[in-house]
């Protein structure tokens, strides 16, 4: 489990991919809803600030245009040529008083004298000055009509002069020319009106050469030297056309939204201009109106893609906890998987029936598992056992084949010997019958011959014990009542004086089918043995007692110094003895003959409080069936 490297969660994908296939297309589409309305309602502004300006180029040319009808008018009149002076003054006045806007009037002959004039403020008395090289005059005089010539008067208040030619009644030739000085302060006053001086547009109407005509700050107007802002002059004359507009980014860093108109026929510029962020307030606002809609659209999709996310995650992560616990071996209490009606759902179905095989399977393979532990513990005990038996029975084979080995030799050898002994006993006798007068006197040689004689009978002994043991000869099993046999056995066995015999026979008398000259030699040996180790005094118990129902227990017991644990344990091997001229073989030959009756031999022995041997024979078959 500690392979977790932490991986993005699943939510936060679906969460991400939610926002990018959503808020990135809408994002696009607002961005260029955004920009098409906000360049269409900058378009639309500037379109209506060209559309005033234009208005107003044509409001002043009206204006001008006015004056110039009312002067045209009048010098057109056919009686105004002939009329006398004071005719003339009379109806100039007319004029003066009905136009207050009209600030002189002046008439001049043919030959630019002038003749009269009439001032609204300098009063009759003025000089009457030599026009003959006015501009005002010769354009008039060629053409009919003049309108020029700006000027501020009294060096503030912009004024435009007008001039037409006096007509005679009848005649093509002009006979003077009549002019006026008109105050543009109108002008001012209607830019003042419409465009009122609290907010931020400004109006202003100029000469190509920046002389400043009007504005709506009439302040601005009556400086002396008034003049629109060089840089709008600057663009506004590199624009070919009548009117227009567009954004101007002055010298101090100001934006505007500026419009230009140009006056017909008089050449003058009609200029409006707004701050730029004015000028689009309009769309600034619909900008952050559609910014704030887009935070909520956000807003609501994240809320959306979290709660869809969850609903996704939420089975799958239940599905995760269940694989966690059961890649542990946790196939308890799962935790409940929702079964949704989708692909997930089948999912959970498909993984539900897996983990139930998996545990199943599991199940049938720890079982396995124990069996096969089970099995192999058994075989391995088996092996071992069997191992063991092997061993025995290999060191088993092994003795057996040495001892036979040894036995035979030991056979040999004990027949080679055997005759001579017979030899020298024989000449023994014969000597002892020869030197009989002899050995009666001498009691020295009398001792040798006993001493021959002895020793022969000890090599004898030990030729009889070592071909009682290699003798391989068939058993001639005989029925006897054991009791009853052993008795006789016993009574002929030279027993010294100083041991006492004690018998305890059991009541049943068993019958037994043994081989009687060797079961009578392995009594002899054991009973042997137990002289040897009590050459003082001591007693010997023999007993026969009922063992279970099938086997009757022949008991042998002496009262001698008993044997060690270690010499206990090795009795029965052949050729073991603790006894300087043993042959060792005494026990051997007992285990033997108990072995060949199918019987077997049992001791036991404490030092210091003799040694019992117990033999066990079946007791005979047919007497068995007979008490069963
Ligand atoms: P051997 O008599 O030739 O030594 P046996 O096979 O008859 O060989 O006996 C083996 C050994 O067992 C003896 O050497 C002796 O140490 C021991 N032994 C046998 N019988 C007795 C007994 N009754 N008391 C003490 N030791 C005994
Ligand atoms: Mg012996």
Known sequence: MAYRARR????????????????VPLGFVCYNLIKISQSSLQKQTLAMQVSMAVGFADTASKYVSTFEGVLSETASMGDFASMNPAQQKQYLQKI??????????????????ETMRLS???GAGAPLRDLSQKDFFLTAMARGQYIGGLERFQGLYPDVRVAVAIMPPQGSSPVGVLSGTISLNGLSSMLAMEFPSTGQRRAAVAAPDGFLIADSDPREVYKPDARLSDDVLRIVSTQSSGDGGGEIHLSDGTRLLGAYAYVKDLGWIVYIQEPLNLAYQSALQMRSQVLKVILWVVLIVVLLALALASNITHPLRLLREAAEKLSRGEFEDLPQMLMTNDEIGDLAQTFSTMSESLREKTGELINAKQELEKSARILETRVEARTRELKAAQDELIKKERLAAVGQMASVVGHEIRNPLAVINNS?????????????????LSKHVKIIESEIQQANGIINEILTYSR????????????????DVLSVYPFPPHIRVDKVFCAENPPVDIDTT??????RNIIGNAIEVMPASGAIRVRTAMSGRDAVCLELADSGPGMPRDVLDKIFTPFFTTKARGTGLGLAVVRKVMDRHRGRVEVESETGRGTTFRLYLPVAAAVRSVQA
């Not at 136009?99 to 004298?113: D, F, I, R, T």
């Open 472 to 487: 391989s000869r068939d058993l001639k099993p005989e029925r006897v009542a054991l009791n009853t046999w052993l008795e």
């Open 96 to 113: 003066l008083a009905v136009h207050p806007a009209v600030l002189e009037l002046s008439v001049a002959n043919a030959k630019g004298q």
């Open 428 to 444: 023994v006798y014969f000597l002892k019958t020869k030197l009989a007068q002899v050995l009666q006197s001498d009691p020295k």
């Open 8 to 23: 993005g969660k699943l939510a936060y994908k679906i969460l991400i991919g939610f926002l990018v296939t959503s808020l």
């Open 120 to 122: 609204r403020y300098a």
């Open 518 to 523: 060797e079961m009578q030699q392995a009594i």
